[in-house]
């Protein structure tokens, strides 16, 4: 087995795969937020 370095491999792709599901979780829950909100307001 090689020797294992740390911090040498590239983690570029993960790291944009990372950035872009936290950009997508917080859209998701600001969109179903706002659905409670409407719904909240039309429902009274």
Known sequence: MAEHKHGEMDIEVQEKTF???IKAS???AVACILVL???AMVNS
């Open 19 to 21: 950035d872009g599901f």
């Open 26 to 28: 917080t859209y998701g």
């Open 37 to 39: 909100l409407f719904l």
